[in-house]
């Protein structure tokens, strides 16, 4: 019997050499340093060394792209949040505020390009923005609030109102990693070394935190 030729052509869609993760953080670097508008499928089909139809085929559309990207690396984010972000968690709420606090920051630090890409959708008003919002700043956000709220009323935390607290730890804080030219020019020479990342986060957290005396 004649061996069987081998088949030809491109391999199908779930068979790619690029997995599934490593398109994702791809595009996750795109759509952070290029923005939506910016981000060129074919591009990245290039840059992966894969053929120039093989993200349509496996996710569809750019904008399923995008969202399969968020809901990768953000939900990583709130998995990793969850434990800290309980109203009704145990242990110290000054203790939960602090893990919370530190957690966001260090993941952010991981992922640098998730802080970048966050700034560019929280500048235009649309389907995006409000994605990222309902599904991940909402989830997180609202029960931190809930234990600041809490930690303010007996006097543990300095009162700070809750859009002022997102954005200083969500933009403010995880700044040094996501823009790295600017952290080296204020004297921070690896804004993603972890223990560099570990004493800012923690920083960060006494900040909010309402020593007595």
Same mark, same amino acid.
């Given at each position: 019997m004649e061996a069987q030729a081998p088949r030809t052509g491109r391999p199908p869609a779930d068979k790619s050499p690029a997995s599934r993760d490593e398109i994702l953080l791809v595009a996750l670097r795109s759509f952070a340093d290029r923005g939506y508008d910016g981000t060129s499928v074919r591009e990245l089909n290039r840059a992966l060394g894969v053929s120039h139809n093989l993200i349509n085929r496996r996710f569809g559309s750019k904008e399923q792209l995008w969202k399969a990207t968020v809901d990768r690396w953000f939900g990583e984010l709130v998995e990793a949040l969850d434990p800290t972000a309980k109203l009704d968690g145990a242990g110290d709420p000054?203790?939960? !505020?602090r893990d919370f606090v530190v957690t966001f920051i260090e993941v952010n630090a991981r992922r @640098?390009? +998730? #802080?970048? !890409? +966050?700034?560019a959708e929280a500048s235009v008003a649309g389907p995006?923005?409000?994605?990222?919002?309902?599904?991940? %700043? #909402?989830?997180? !956000?609202? @029960?931190?609030a809930a %234990?600041? +709220?809490?930690l303010q009323a007996t006097g543990r935390m300095r009162h700070v109102p809750v859009g002022t607290l997102f954005f200083l730890i969500a933009h403010g804080a995880t700044a040094p990693a996501a823009h790295r030219p600017l952290a080296a020019l204020l004297g921070i020479a690896e804004p993603t070394d972890p223990e560099t990342v570990r004493v800012h986060a923690r920083a960060v957290a006494e900040l909010l935190i309402q020593h007595p005396g």
């Open positions: 000054v203790e939960r !505020l @640098p390009e +998730m #802080a970048r !890409l +966050m700034n995006r923005l409000n994605y990222l919002f309902e599904r991940f %700043i #909402a989830p997180s !956000l609202v @029960p931190a %234990i600041g +709220m809490q």
